[in-house]
């Protein structure tokens, strides 16, 4: 897959103007309330006209203002799902979920498959009324996916969950990344729902690109921004054993050298995440303590946010920790200098 845009289009407080180029796999659009996340959308979807650019998909152009080239919604062969599901309300979920097929000549995707894939199959023959807001939401991924698109945007999927039920949309959303061959574009302003999904961040700052690639490496530019929106270090488990009773040895995508004990055996491509408020710096390995995730690495980089200081400690992993500066004074701290970054076991989450 290859999504390739270059867009201007004027917004009330600001212009929004973004360029770039998207690959296959899940890539979280981040961003505050009103950056331009929706409107970026909705200009890639075909409700919002450019006043200059290009977009391109898979070699297809959609969008070319010097040559009046506007393809319109239904020849995109984009899927999306806005924050308010727009399922109709007097239609049963199957026939929502069918919907959109009328458009199309044929769905590599079938009708059974969608709903195992979603859990809906106790949902079918109920009206949206009659269900509940994440249920609905995966109604409505169901419907777009059924639609054969090439490309896949998720509009603030987790709006329609409360914080109790957003573990339970997770799951979903990454069996839809490791088993469906669908990119995905997902939107939203909490940063840790998006590091559960994907390490690709494109960041939007009032219309304006911030930067694209992985948490720690846009820090430089926009630690502040970051830190603010409750960014958390994420590791992908790729196999696990246990290497003693209750306690269990993890390999990471992220490092080949470091692996990590958690107290329960996950399963492969499971994410982990690690608030940097539950990592603390020692400047030795500790001896005689329980923690036993201790992890060497450098200071690169220190930001005082809001009377909070936050590390950045590159190693076999990179971390993101943060201390008191009292606590940083007292042991010396400054860029450049070795340290562990130690963690209980209990403090990773799925």
């Not at 929004?16 to 200009?43: M, V």
């Not at 994420?234 to 306690?247: H, I, Q, R």
């Not at 692996?259 to 982990?272: A, D, H, Y």
Request: proline share 5%; net charge neutral; charged share 20%.
């Amino acid at each position: 897959m290859s999504l390739i845009f270059d867009i201007e289009l004027p917004r009330r407080d600001f212009l929004l103007k973004l360029d770039g180029e998207f690959d296959k796999g899940t890539t979280g659009i981040f961003g505050p309330s009103g950056a331009g996340k929706t409107s970026f959308f909705k200009t890639l979807f075909g409700l919002e006209t450019p006043s200059r650019g290009k977009i391109i998909l898979n070699g297809r152009t959609l969008v070319d203002g010097e040559k009046k080239i506007n393809l319109p919604m239904h020849k995109r062969r984009m899927g999306v799902v806005f924050q308010d599901k727009r399922l109709f309300p007097h239609m049963t979920i199957r026939d929502n979920l069918l919907f959109g097929q009328k458009y199309i000549k044929k769905s590599p995707l079938k009708l059974t498959e969608a709903v195992d894939l979603l859990d809906l199959g106790l949902l079918l023959d109920s009206y949206p009324h009659e269900i509940s807001g994440g249920e609905q939401q995966r109604a409505a991924i169901g419907r777009a996916l059924l639609m054969s698109p090439e490309l896949l945007l998720l509009d603030e999927p987790f709006n329609a969950v409360d914080n109790s039920r957003r573990i339970t949309m997770l799951p979903y959303l990454n069996r839809l990344r490791d088993k469906l061959d669908i990119p995905m574009l997902v939107i939203s302003h909490d940063l840790p729902d998006i590091q559960r999904l994907t390490s690709q961040i494109y960041l939007i700052n009032q219309g304006q690109c911030g930067g694209f690639g992985k948490v720690n490496d846009l820090m430089d530019q926009n630690g502040d921004l970051l830190l603010s929106a409750g960014q958390v270090n994420t590791f992908t488990v790729t196999g696990a054993a246990e290497c003693s009773p209750g306690l269990f040895c993890c390999t990471l995508k992220e490092s080949t050298g470091t692996k990590i004990n958690l107290p329960f055996s996950p399963e492969t491509g499971t994410v982990l995440t690690l608030p940097p408020y539950e990592i603390s710096l020692s400047l030795n390995r500790a001896e005689g303590i329980s923690i036993q995730n201790q992890i060497p690495g450098i200071i690169d980089k220190m930001w005082n946010w809001e009377g909070r200081l936050f590390c950045r400690v590159k190693g076999d992993l990179t971390l993101t920790a943060e201390i008191t500066p009292q606590s940083a004074e007292a042991l010396g701290l400054e860029v450049g200098s070795s340290v562990y970054s130690l963690f209980k076991a209990q403090s990773l989450n799925k």
